[in-house]
């Protein structure tokens, strides 16, 4: 059965189109495109598409009208009124899909991407349902070379990348990360009806194991691991944990939170784990791990399982206070909320339901931050390691615009432009311009840690599709993924090491 299917799958190369926005009417569908006409390449042919032909054609009006200097790159209509959704996915390379929530309303369209041998991307944070379709689909997306890449927006792009940053930095001194505290410094945004409402799906959709991710960081890594493998993994911890800043110049806060504003030491501040945050962050972090011993190659030192004692985690950062024990009694408020009570509440349906209907009233379903919010946003992660002999690292990631919409919008964007040009045969990694500022890149392979197209130079080779499909992460693309996206300015990174 797998195999007539599979000789209906019309070949990456001989597609016509290169990304299809699915859901591109909605609040963030209509920032993607944006983006992609006034952004992407002109050689990209990409299309628009949902379920109004009206709401479509008044986007496309919207785009023809958009203020730039440079040739627009717009797109065509692809409505669901008027073609089938096999026939849009089944000529694309990439899908984007904001149709969410995606526990309530994204399988239908995964599943044809994953039949149709089509790349898929997401912004979904729903780790229960990204954990439901990895054991439904992984091994069919496999045979038909489906790549699925989930939570490819600031769920979890910033983690996923930061941490392979800081990896890359100790491998290059030819050491080992033991211990990687992930820290929010500083951020700028604001949440959108669409946002709350896919949280509380995943409560309504499954009630009874959604918080065993915050319990179990290994829910994504553990399917693509051996027994043997699965048994050597550390036993993380979780739950409320709070740790005070000692060291100088590690760590920085912003004096206001505002973009650019001046950092100050955050010696004497606190760090607070962050609950729901770090659970769907942390679990797509162990998935990147997992994936890498999975393939592993004695030619790239990244595909390996991380020592035995790793431990990885994510945190707030409470600034520094004048008063005594405020920052860190501050810290442990901020952990128990997250990790306790916001956990609690959501499971309470009476009480979800009703914080729905205080969201709707104040956030109206369909809206989000305005153009000036979404311009003033910014988040800033320091991903901070310590190695097995005794050092340690540190590798800062930041990004302009606000970090559900603005940016996040941009990013998929970015990331589905990357994947089609390498499903085509390209190599953006190494194409892509304005990185060499940051001297780590310089002297590593674009193909290192690339388990999709990391052993085929020059990209895609024609009846290998098969040899790239499965559920990925954003990091399993590697350091050519690294290097387009400081390319391309979606975000900055700098590295370095404790004095």
């Not at 060499?436 to 840690?449: A, M, T, W």
Request: aromatic share 8%; proline share 5%.
């Amino acid at each position: 059965m797998a195999t007539m299917e599979k000789r209906r799958i019309i070949p990456l190369t001989q597609r016509s189109t290169d990304i299809v926005v699915l859901g591109a009417s909605g609040f963030t569908g209509k920032l993607i495109s944006k983006h992609l006409t006034l952004d992407a390449p002109q050689y990209l042919k990409w299309s628009i598409s949902g379920r109004s032909t009206e709401k479509l054609n008044s986007l496309l009006a919207t785009l023809e009208l958009l203020p730039t200097t440079t040739t627009r790159n717009l797109p065509k209509i692809q409505s669901f009124e008027e073609i089938d959704l096999d026939t849009i996915v089944g000529d694309t390379r990439v899908v984007i899909s904001t149709i969410g929530p995606y526990a309530l309303f994204g399988e239908k369209f995964l599943k044809s991407c994953v039949e149709n041998g089509t790349a898929w991307l997401d912004l979904a944070g729903e780790i229960p349902w990204y954990g439901d379709m990895l054991q439904k689909y992984e091994t069919l997306a496999r045979e038909t070379g489906a790549v699925i890449i989930p939570t490819a927006g600031f769920d979890s792009i910033p983690s996923d990348l930061s941490a392979l940053t800081i990896r890359l930095l100790a491998h290059s001194h030819n050491t080992h990360l033991t211990r990687v505290s992930n820290i929010l410094e500083s951020l700028a945004g604001a949440i959108s009806n669409g946002s709350y409402t896919s949280i509380m799906s995943i409560f309504d959709v499954y009630p009874q194991t959604v918080l065993n991710f915050l319990k179990n960081p290994y829910v994504l890594a553990k399917p693509t691991l051996s027994d043997q493998e699965a048994e050597q993994l550390h036993p993380q911890r979780t739950g409320v944990d709070v740790r005070k800043i000692k060291d100088k110049g590690m760590v920085f806060a912003n004096k206001k939170r505002v973009r650019d504003a001046k950092q100050i030491d955050a010696k004497g501040g606190a760090l607070a784990s962050m609950g729901m945050i770090e659970g769907i962050n942390r679990a797509v972090v162990m998935r990147t791990h997992a994936l890498s011993a999975a393939t592993y190659s004695t030619l790239d030192p990244l595909t390996q399982l991380p020592p035995p004692e790793f431990d990885y985690r994510e945190f707030f950062l409470l600034p520094p206070s004048r008063i005594p024990g405020k920052a860190r009694a501050t810290a442990y408020c901020t952990s128990f909320l997250m990790n306790k009570v916001i956990p609690s509440m959501m499971s309470n349906t009476p009480l979800r339901r009703g914080m729905k209907k205080m969201v709707d009233k104040f956030v109206p379903p369909g809206t989000g931050p305005s153009e000036k919010l979404q311009a003033e946003g910014y988040w800033r992660y320091r991903c901070v390691g310590d190695t097995e002999d005794g050092r340690q690292a540190w590798a800062c990631m930041q990004g302009w615009k606000d970090v559900g919409y603005g940016w996040t919008s941009i990013c998929i964007a970015e990331t589905a432009i990357y994947l089609a040009g390498m499903l085509k045969g390209g190599d953006l990694g190494s194409e892509v311009k304005d990185w060499e500022d940051l001297s780590l890149l310089k002297s590593i392979g674009s193909n290192v840690g690339d388990l999709l197209f990391g052993e085929q130079e020059g990209g895609v080779v024609e009846g290998q599709e098969e040899n790239r499909g499965g559920f990925w992460t954003p990091a399993s693309l590697g350091v050519g993924f690294l290097r387009y996206m400081v390319g391309r300015k979606v975000i900055d990174v700098d590295v370095g090491w404790a004095k």
